[in-house]
Structures are given as structure tokens and as C-alpha cells.
């Protein structure tokens, strides 16, 4: 490492004993951005912090703010009883190691933080229990193979006796969490209404510093290793526990977690027979942090064409939804998708239906069908939307409740109810 480098962490270390934590904050920005930080090329740089700011209180933390450090005593017996890591081994880590969660998970985390009219500090990290009638089940599990472990909640209606009619996996957006995010899409009211289990895995902190699914790395993209295998031990669990076949089980996700479900309908088709991805990204559309950051913006130079599903042994019906106005995922990536996952060949057959929601907001809905029913891709293009669950509760976060219900749209689409 340089002398620059070494430059840089002094300057941060001061700003941060001096509690000028938006300085450090800064340097640190600018030296992974690759830009010097201002006075480190004098030769004799300022790095005189601030004199410190008298507070009555001690220091307010932000309950948002990312740690690599802190774990309470709870989390930490549970990560011993999985991993077998000491909590002394996990309280320091390497420089390096540092650098690479701030490049890789902060910064690919960040780019879903931007909702337009609500914060980054305003989203809960955990976010609050969902109500459970009497009779259904909220359990929290965990699931364990190859490629690592997650926990995650389960829902089991009071409809249900023995069989469900079908299971949904939902994968969560970043700085979400399966409460959060059950909370927010109301699915599992709607599981209730139509005998449906669900499956809510959780990421975790240390997996990425925004819980974000990791969908734009090579190794998280492939069947048999990395995030996917895990999503599909979790789905096989339940459909033997259950006794479910593939024409029952689904799979959804928002923004990162809408990534990442048409990851899992792409390399493990044999599971899914439909997939509902609401503000995500195309498969193999990046394969790192920086083209992460360019297919989000819907930078068209710097894409690949879309890839077309390799496998037709196992068509997986899709549904999408995007807002218009999404200023974090680019609406021309819910296009993306849509060309990805139509039926080739001459027999398929669009239709494009106009309507309004009851909270206002009008749509675009585009229907296609292959030479049977139900139809194998629906896309929903919702103007004024953002980046949010249309039609969802305030309740949990990032969630648009004045838009059509993209829960009760998804469960319809993959029941195979068409409602044309």
C-alpha cells in the first residue's frame, strides 16, 4: 500500500475520534472511488480535526448505521452454534476484508437506498411483526448445506390442514428482513385467503453489509453453489416436508430480492413453475459491483443483449412489475426482463390492457400467451410508481399502497388464474 493510502486512513482515523463521522465518511468514499482526498497531495497535509462538538447526551448512533463490529450476545451464540466461529475471531478483521464489504456491500447496497420521498434513515431495519390469526403459523427456521446458512420464517395458514395448495418463496429487498417484508406485501393475508404456505429467507449482515441478495456476482448465479443453492434447499425442504410438486411452487422478490428470483427461475427451473419479479434486474445482466451500478441506471452502451431462458424442458411463467418513475432501478430493466422470458417462436400472442388503480395510479399491463392457457408472461408498468411494492401496507418499508396489488396480482398469475 502507498503512502497516499496510509495518508487517507490517518485523516479518517482523526475525523472519526473526533466524531466528525461525515468526514471519515467521506475519505473513505473518495479513496475506494479511486479520487484523492483533498489535501493528501500537499506535502504536508491538514489533518487537524475539528474541535470537538460539546453534546448534553452521549453520542446519538444511528440504529440504521452498518457495524462490522458490534453483534449482540444473542447473535453471536447463534452464528457459533452455525459457523463454529469463535465471537473473538469475528471482532477484528482484516484491512483488506474491511475494503472489500465497504466496496462490494455497501456500495452495490447503496444504489437501492435512494427511493425518491423517503430516506435511507427512515427504513427500518427490522421492520414489524405481521399480525398471525389464530390458527396460522409465523415460525422462524434456519437451513444449513454446502454453500452456508440462513434463517428463515415460515407461514402456514390456518386454512391449511394437511396440504397446502402451493408454496410462495419471497426474497426481500436490501435493509429488509422477512418480517419486514411479509409486513409490507401483505402476502401473507393473501396465502391465507388461498391455502398457500410461505417461505421468507432472510440474508444476513455478514453475507452483505445491506442484506441485499447478491445478485450481480458471478458465484451467486449458478446452480449447485452459492445463494441459489441455498434458496432451492430451502424451497426441496418444504416441498418434501409439504409433499408440493413444481406446478405448486413459486418464487418472488423486490429490487435485489427480485433479482435474485429471476436468478433462481433461471438455474433451477425444475423448482419454480413461475416467477414474479417486482423492480429487479435480468438474469446475468452484471457480474460486479460497477455493471451492477450501470444496468441500474439503465445504461444501454455498457449492457449485453438480454439473455433468452436456456432451458425450455421447464418453461417458467413469469410476471413483472415496475414502476415508471423508479429512480433506483431503471424501467428499461423490467423490459429486460420481459424480452428474457417471452416464448419464442411465432405462436405466441400480446395483448396490452390500460387500467387504474383504486389509490389512483394508472397501468400498462401486457399479457402473453403461447398456444395454451394461463398466459406465460404478464408485465405491469405502473406510472408515478417508484421503487416500491405496488399496492403495499405502510407498514413495512419501501412499499407504494396506492398502486395495484402486485400480491394479489402474482398469486392470481400463478395459480394460473388469467383475469384477461
Known sequence: MNDDFFTTMRRATSSTRALNLAEATRVIQDALSGHPASGAGSSNPDITPPPPVRRPKPFPVDPDAETIEAETKQADETTDRISGVAPSQRLRRPLEEILRILREGRLAASAFESMPGRSFSGVPKHGPSPTVPDGARFTARSFTCAAGSRSYKLYVPASVSDRPRGLVVMLHGCKQNPDDFASGTGMNAVAETHGLI?????????????????????????????????????????????????????????????????????TYPDLFAAVGI????????????????????????????????????????????????????????GERIVAAAS??????????????????????????????????????????????????HEGGSYTDPYGPNATSEMVRFFLGKSNL
Open 343 to 392: 416464448p419464442p417462436g411465432a405462436d405466441s400472442f400480446t395483448r396490452t390492457k390500460t387500467g387504474r388503480s383504486a389509490g389512483g395510479r394508472t397501468y400498462k399491463r401486457t399479457i402473453v400467451t403461447d398456444a395454451e392457457e394461463p398466459p406465460m408472461l404478464e408485465y405491469w408498468l405502473v406510472e408515478g410508481a417508484g421503487h416500491a411494492w405496488s399496492g403495499g
Open 198 to 266: 410461505i417461505a421468507y429467507p432472510g440474508q444476513t449482515g455478514a453475507d452483505n453489509a445491506s442484506s441485499c441478495w447478491n445478485w450481480f456476482r458471478p458465484a451467486d448465479q449458478m446452480r449447485g453453489a452459492g445463494e441459489p443453492l441455498i434458496i432451492a434447499g430451502i424451497t426441496m425442504e418444504l416441498m418434501s416436508e409439504f409433499h408440493l410438486d413444481r406446478s405448486r411452487v413459486f418464487v418472488a422478490g423486490l429490487s435485489a430480492g427480485g433479482a435474485m428470483a429471476a436468478v433462481m427461475g433461471e
Open 278 to 333: 417486482h423492480s429487479g434486474l435480468a438474469y446475468g445482466s452484471a457480474n460486479d459491483v460497477m455493471s451492477a451500478f450501470s444496468v441500474m441506471r439503465g445504461d444501454a452502451s455498457l449492457l449485453s443483449p438480454s439473455k433468452r431462458r436456456a432451458n425450455v424442458a421447464y418453461p417458467v411463467r413469469t410476471i413483472v412489475f415496475q414502476g415508471a418513475a423508479d429512480l433506483t432501478v431503471h424501467p428499461s430493466n
